[in-house]
């Protein structure tokens, strides 16, 4: 857990979350529904891209298994 609370990745990614839930409360204050939408799937992409960067990074540590079956 605490190589999570160092990793700039997340932090980035909750710095996008964060305006993103921002930015869908401001468009639900102003009643503009486009303003909402776009911190709605902007909160769901950051999660997703951040989900991605992971996985990504994780795969390139793993050894590769045909490599050492050969």
């Known amino acids: 857990m605490r190589n999570k609370l160092t990793s700039r990745k997340f932090w980035i990614c909750v710095a996008a979350f964060t305006g ?5 409360v401001a468009g639900l204050h102003l009643e503009n529904t486009v303003v909402t939408t776009v911190g709605i799937v902007c909160g769901i992409l950051s999660a997703a891209i951040y989900a991605a960067c ?12 045909n490599k ?3």
């Open 20 to 24: 993103s839930v921002a930015a869908s």
């Open 54 to 65: 992971e996985a990504y990074v994780d795969a390139a540590h793993k050894p590769d298994e």
């Open 68 to 70: 050492e079956a050969a």
